[in-house]
C-alpha cells in the first residue's frame, strides 16, 4: 500500500523557519521523482520544490534561497527545509511521487505528473 504522510507543519511568524517530512513507503522511493507542492485557500496548487531521482532539483521562484528540498534514500523520506517565511508561504502543503515517464524523464514542478500525494500539512506564517 502507497503512503506518502508529512508531519512538521505549524504555526510561526514571519522570518522562522520549518521543516517539513514527508515518509514513504509501498513503492522504490529511490526511483521515483518527488516533490512538494503547496495550495492555499482559494488558489491553485503550485509546485514549490522538486527533486530528481538523480538528485537534479528545481525550486519555485517563490522559493530560492529560503527553500531546501532534499532526501534520504535510506529512510525514505523526503524534507523541505523552509527558512525566512513570509505571510504568503501560509498553505497546505503537500509531498508528491512521480515515476519517470517512458523516456526517463521527470517533470518536477507539474502536479498532473505526480501520481501519489500525501493528506498534506498546513504551514501558517503570521506577520
Known amino acids: 500500500q502507497v503512503q506518502l504522510v508529512e508531519s512538521g507543519g505549524g504555526s510561526v511568524q514571519a522570518g522562522g523557519s520549518l521543516r517539513l517530512s514527508c515518509a514513504v513507503s509501498g513503492f522504490t522511493y529511490a526511483t521515483y521523482c518527488m516533490a512538494w507542492f503547496r495550495q492555499a485557500l482559494g488558489k491553485e496548487r503550485e509546485g514549490v520544490a522538486g527533486?530528481?531521482?538523480?538528485?537534479?532539483?528545481s525550486y519555485a521562484d517563490s522559493a530560492k534561497g529560503r527553500f531546501t528540498i532534499s532526501k534520504d534514500n535510506a529512510k525514505n523520506t523526503l524534507y523541505l527545509q523552509m527558512n525566512s517565511l513570509k505571510p504568503e508561504d501560509t498553505a497546505m502543503y503537500y509531498c508528491?511521487?512521480?515515476?519517470?515517464?517512458?523516456?526517463?524523464?521527470?517533470?518536477?514542478?507539474?502536479?498532473?505528473?505526480?501520481?501519489?500525494w500525501g493528506q498534506g500539512t498546513q504551514v501558517t506564517v503570521s506577520s
Open positions: 508528491a511521487a512521480q515515476p519517470r515517464d517512458p523516456l526517463g524523464r521527470c517533470w518536477l514542478l507539474l502536479p498532473e505528473k505526480y501520481v501519489y
Open positions: 527533486i530528481d531521482s538523480d538528485g537534479s532539483i
